[in-house]
């Protein structure tokens, strides 16, 4: 997708090329609103304003080709806004340690079926910045370290160190969860 | 299964348990509409920000044409405006009401939360519109 020339189109009142963009970053947006635990409401409120926030600024995005990095900040500060608004910050970032063990593999034949549902389940109870991190990083399409860092206002080189810690972390829940541990 | 393959799996259940609502790629959509090319933008310059929110937010805003406050509770937008006569629109991304200014003073309420922003007249017929701002 060509997203300087998409922005040029929707600055001039392309409905379709807008309605691109909205469909390459909106799976980005929701996903750092979930990050931050926003609720069904919130989440949709912060999405919708950081879109409006855009258009606001169609014809002043400096860089277009880092709109999805704009984007990023953007929803990250409505986020912070609803947040604060309702007297509730994000948990302060812990420390993230290794799994004592090296990380249990897992298989695909753990993961099929009615067992995303558990892993769903599974993955919501990582401590905080696991889950945000991962939250974000699970969008669709998948975001650049680039935005990840933006949308959590983290250091972009300690995205990959800290994935890689997360994952192991959940895969060790997955392996001690019985319904995912259960062989079919 | 390597890091990358957990993650595609993690993004798969992301999309089946928790995706984008239709909604909200139809509020996205349709945000373009409400671009307004035709007004002068009045900028923000002055936000008495709250913490809680059963405070009222007081937001000033200015234009070359016109200057504009606004204090914001519980759904009630109460306004007052130099410049500008005639009516003033209080405008949220999915409605909008006009109310007459009365010595520069203006009410609207039961403004829904979230975004609003207050389109006005300058006394040169300027059309001055405020920035988005949080209700």
């Not at chain 1, 409505?78 to 298989?107: F, H, K, N, T, Y």
């Not at chain 1, 696991?130 to 998948?142: D, E, K, T």
């Amino acid at each position: 997708m060509d997203i300087p020339a998409s922005l040029a189109a929707a600055a001039r009142g392309d409905q379709a090329a807008w309605d691109a963009l909205v469909r390459q970053f909106s799976g980005l947006l929701w996903s750092i609103a979930r990050a931050y635990r926003l609720s069904d409401a919130d989440a949709a409120d912060a999405v919708q304003c950081t879109w409006i926030k855009l258009v606001e600024h169609l014809d002043g995005i400096a860089e277009p080709e880092r709109l999805a990095g704009w984007l990023s900040t953007t929803a990250r500060h409505e986020c912070l806004q609803l947040l604060r608004r309702a007297g509730r910050l994000p948990e302060p970032a812990e420390e993230i340690a290794d799994s004592p063990d090296p990380a249990p593999d897992v298989d695909h034949a753990m993961l099929v079926g009615e067992r995303n549902a558990a892993l769903w389940r599974v993955f919501e109870e990582l401590p905080d910045r696991c889950r945000r991190l991962l939250r974000v990083l699970m969008a669709s399409p998948p975001p650049a370290y680039a935005e990840v860092a933006l949308a959590l206002d983290m250091p972009v080189g300690s995205i990959g160190p800290i994935r890689q810690r997360c994952l192991g972390r959940l895969k060790a829940l997955v392996r001690g969860n019985e319904v995912l541990e259960e062989r079919s | 299964m390597n890091d990358d393959e957990f993650l595609d799996v993690l993004r798969a259940a992301a999309d089946e348990f928790d995706p984008v609502p239709a909604g909200v790629l139809r509020d996205a959509s349709a945000a373009l509409a409400l671009r307004s090319l035709d007004a002068e933008l009045a900028e923000l310059v002055e936000a008495e920000a709250l913490v809680r929110g059963d405070e009222p937010v007081t937001l000033a805003f200015e234009s070359e044409h016109v200057t504009l406050n606004l204090e914001i509770t519980d759904g009630v937008v109460r306004g007052f405006v130099t410049g500008a006569e005639g009516e003033a629109v209080v405008e949220t991304p999915r409605s909008r009401r006009a109310v007459p200014i009365t010595d520069g003073w203006f009410t609207v309420a039961e403004v829904p939360p979230g975004l609003v922003r207050v389109r006005v007249t300058a006394s040169d017929g300027t059309v001055v519109v405020t920035r988005w701002a949080r209700g």
